[in-house]
C-alpha cells in the first residue's frame, strides 16, 4: 500500500463570528502549531477566512474554504470565485458537501465545473460524496457514491493526484450517528476501487480519502487505523479546540 499523510480538516459550517473564530483559531494553533504528523486544515466561514489564515499563517496548519463559485469573476451576487480564495492563501477548498447538494440544490456539473476550476487555480479540492439513509437502506449507496465520483472528476485523470475525495454518510452528519469502522472502509475501498477505474492505480492509490460522519474523540483512532480511510472532515467537533486536537492527534 502506498504512503499516505493522513489529513484532518475542520468544517466550521456556517458557525462563530470573527472574534469566536479567532479565539479557537488560536487555541488550536498552540497545540498544533508545530505538529507534522497529519495535514491539519481549518475550513471557517468566509467572514473569518482572513484573520484565521494571519493566526496560522507561521504554523503547518493550512486553510480552507467551504465553498466556491466555478467563474473567475462576474455578475454572481454573493459568490466567491477561485481567485480570491488564492488571494487569501487558502490551499483547500470544500466541494460538493452534501447540505450544497441538498438545501442548496447544486448539481453535479456544478460541483466538476467547481472541482476544475479549483484545480486550476491551483486549490486542492476537497469533493465530497456520500448517500442518504433511504439510499443506503434500499441497497444504492455505493451506486449513488460511483456516480457522484464519476459525475464529479468527468473530465480529470492526471490532475486526481492533487485532489481529496470526503465520504460523508448523509445519515451521520450531525445525528450523533457513526458508521462503524467496516462499514467506513467499506465504501473507502469502494471508492478507491472507483478512482482506480478513472486514473489507474498509481493515482488511485496516491490519493487520500477522509471520512465524514459525527467523526469524535472517542471513536476517531479506530476508524482511522482502517487501510483505507486517509483522516476526517470534522464538522462540530471541529467547533472546540480541545476535540478536534484529539482527532488530529488520534489521526497522528
Known sequence: MKFRKKIVAGNWKMNKTLADAENLASAIKLDLAEYREVDVVLCPPFTALKTVGEIISDTHIKLGAQNMHWESSGAFTGEISPSMLRDLFCRYVILGHSERRSIFGETDTMINRKVKAALAANLTPILCVGETLDQRDSGKAGEVVRH?????????????????????PVWAIGTGRTATPEQAQDMHAHVRRI???????????????????????????????????????IGGASLEARSFVEIVRAAG
Open 148 to 168: 457522484q465520483l464519476i459525475a464529479g472528476l468527468e473530465g480529470l485523470k492526471d490532475e486526481l493526484k492533487n485532489i481529496v475525495i470526503a465520504y460523508e
Open 195 to 233: 478512482l482506480c477505474e478513472i486514473a489507474g492505480e498509481e493515482t488511485a492509490s496516491a490519493i487520500r480519502i477522509q471520512y465524514g460522519g459525527s467523526v469524535k474523540p472517542s471513536n476517531a483512532a479506530e476508524i482511522f487505523r482502517q487501510p483505507d480511510v486517509d483522516g476526517g472532515l
